[in-house]
């Protein structure tokens, strides 16, 4: 298996993103149980939810560490900023048995956070060599591609739901991807949350901004039952409606 593959899931906020990324990593590791796979889960959203998600805790996230990396360089400004960033990362990734949690954190304040933006860059892409799979949860909206902190991504699935608002995101989306020649291999466009028996009307829609829908997942009650429970969506039966349609997702992917 090659190392260091990335999967990243956009799109607007709302429509389910958070659910699915947790959904792919458990069936990435399912898929390949006999395997000894690692999955990178990088939690790129400020409202960080893929923790809950995934069912596992956290201290500190990356917008903590640049912080107070920014605050240490105003007082030494000899600071090696690069070095400091470096190890400090290795120290708040969770980890766990098949998977390890970086939480990016809340987004910039005031000021010129570039050249540590441009660090956090180069880490990530420096990671996802040590693992299977990197799994992005990114940020809601286009942020993460205009910011240009999305990057050599193997395969993006564009996430939309039945607003008009989702496909436009969606759109620009793939059109900001073009523009500012962000290497994306390969872009799947997924409907999410759709209500049985709405299947043609979405696609009838997407068609009309040139979006093509590669793969459905129905609404799936279990979902917000389990979130208003603080159940993990990484414990949901195998037989729930979301996770069979993640999962032939996955096989599309492998």
Excluded: W
């Amino acid at each position: 298996m090659r190392k260091g593959k990335v999967i990243a899931v956009a799109g607007k906020g709302g429509t389910g993103k958070t659910a699915i990324a947790a959904l792919l990593i458990r069936e990435l590791l399912n898929a390949q149980e006999n395997e000894d796979v690692c999955i990178l889960a990088v939690d790129a959203d400020a409202d960080s939810n893929l923790p809950d998600a995934l069912g596992i805790s956290y201290d500190k996230t990356v917008g903590d560490i640049r912080e107070g990396l920014l605050e240490e360089k105003q007082r030494d400004v000899t600071l090696d900023i690069r070095s400091q960033f470096e190890g400090r990362i290795a120290e708040i990734i969770a980890e766990e048995e098949h998977y390890d949690l970086l939480v990016m954190g809340r987004p910039e304040g005031p000021g010129c956070y570039c050249p540590v933006n441009h660090l956090i860059r180069m880490i990530i892409d420096t990671l996802t060599k040590n693992y299977d799979y990197t799994m992005i949860d990114c940020e809601a909206g286009l942020e993460h591609l205009s910011r240009r902190t999305t990057r050599d991504v193997d395969v993006m699935l564009v996430v939309l739901d039945t607003t008009l608002k989702s496909m436009k995101t969606a759109l620009r989306l793939k059109e900001i991807a073009k523009e500012i020649d962000v290497d994306v291999k390969k872009l799947i466009t997924i409907a999410n949350k759709i209500p049985a028996g709405s299947d043609k009307r979405i696609v009838e829609a997407a068609k009309k901004y040139n979006l093509e829908i590669e793969r459905i997942i129905p609404f799936d009650p279990l979902i917000p039952e389990y979130d208003a429970n603080g159940i993990p969506i990484m414990d949901l039966p195998d037989s729930a409606p979301s996770v069979i349609a993640v999962r032939l997702i996955v096989e599309k992917i492998l």
